[in-house]
């Protein structure tokens, strides 16, 4: 939504190593007793010589998936967790400090 977030990367790693799809997916609710899920169409993650932007590439189109569909029904979102509290800086450092302890 316009402002940087910190975003796990986890899935889309293990995707582009192994080889296998991430299936989007989402859950609304219809009415009091019904849900609906609904899944994308599965997304394969690029797995070229640039892994850095091929993971970023991943998450910026996770995110835009994310976005498009919080959109389509904001009154029924919500976070478990403050996305916006690590900034992509602070991660980036708290990273290069945990990869210099290796």
Request: charged residues 30%; glycine residues 4%; contains cysteine.
């Amino acid at each position: 939504f316009g402002k940087p977030a910190y975003t796990p990367t986890g899935a889309f790693e293990l995707a582009r190593i192994t080889g296998a799809s991430l299936v989007p997916s989402i859950c609304y609710r219809e009415s009091l007793n019904r849900l609906c899920l609904t899944f994308g169409k599965p997304w394969v993650i690029d797995s070229t010589e640039d892994a850095e932007k091929d993971i970023q590439e991943a998450t910026q189109r996770a995110t835009k998936y994310l976005e498009d569909k919080i959109s389509e029904r904001p009154e029924q979102w919500m976070w478990f967790h403050n996305r916006w509290k690590t900034q992509p800086d602070h991660f980036e450092k708290k990273k290069r400090a945990n990869d210099d302890a290796l």
